[in-house]
């Protein structure tokens, strides 16, 4: 048998390098040397070479180094059984890259005496099993938490559930405690509305008509939420303040998306239901569409408690709120809560289905500190002509980031 030449093969040399190398394989090929000495080639940087035809090598494959080509034309061979004959009728027909289609019967010749082993060809059922192994390998992998995610520390856990207990103390998500809001009849004038029994049933009414009292409901717990936190008490009381006037209608809408139902477009606040409904359009474009908006794509999230209530405290610790003086310890605070948030979400969400739900959360809220500049400025200039925020929210829009 002829060793192969290698004029037709690209071996991808650069000029530098020695032609001995190119030696060297010719001659492990033309020896037909063990499968170890290939091995040890391999392992010195040198090219993979398809015993067969000389093309690149991407493996073993029927207990020998060669090129996908060849490995697909031995597994047809051999599984068709046919007789081939050599139409040259020389029986020796050189195997190269650009040869080996000419004679397939001294292409499986070649590939018969390089090693290949028909007994090594998987049936179709046993390369169907292999296939949903690797389809189940893949499947599990996708449910294992993200690369570097080491679960949550001592601290963060800590953290968390400081969050959670101020969230539990301050947040009535029954609105037990909201039983006499003022509501503008259709003469002007303004009456005490009682809530239904819960033995009425459900109400759905529109948020517009006491926007004031329920937003400063929902103030006032949000207030009360910052105080329970150890980290916010720490800080000076003029911090305090002007973190609260920039915070407070962020974390209100946080905490109202919680009770969002984005199938009917209402709010589920224990016996009442409000809905956007404004009937002389005025408020529509310039306040409801852009909040209705907002919710509908934060609730698209599907966020946990623990996500919602990490989002308060990133917006509530944001060093730039106007008047801050300890920017620097406000700063780090954020950035603690929000890689425990990043943490969280690596220890307890499937990867990576929400391996960019932290980065999504973030622009979340970055979007939510844009919407809180612009009603603001809406709301100041409507309590100019008409008057309807309580002392609470007169206090709060007083220095905002507006």
Known sequence: ????????VNLGMRPEESWSHVGLVQRKEA????????NADEEDGGLQICRVCGDKANGYHFNVMTCEGCKGFFRRAMKRNVRLRCPFRKGTCEITRKTRRQCQACRLRKCLESGMKKEMIMSDAAVEQRRALIKRKKREKTEVPAPGGQGLTEEQQALIQ????AQMKTFDTTFSH???FRLRGEDGSIWNY???????????????????????YMFKGVINFAKVISYFRDLPIEDQISLLKGATFEMCILRFNTMFDMETGTWECGRLAYCFEDPDGGFQKLLLDPLMKFHCMLKKLKLHKEEYVLMQAISLFSPDRPGVVQRGVVDQLQERIALTLKAYIESSRPYPAHRFLFLKIMAV???????NVQQTQQLLRIQDTHPFATPLMQELFSSTDG
């Open 1 to 8: 048998m002829k060793s192969p030449r290698h004029t037709d």
């Open 31 to 38: 020896d037909s040397v063990s499968n170890k000495s290939i």
């Open 162 to 165: 400081e969050l959670m207990d």
């Open 178 to 180: 909201f039983k006499d």
């Open 194 to 216: 009682q809530p239904p029994s819960k033995s009425d049933g459900k109400e759905i009414i529109p948020l517009l008509p006491h926007l004031a009292d329920v937003s400063t």
């Open 365 to 371: 809220l970055t979007e939510l500190r844009s919407i």
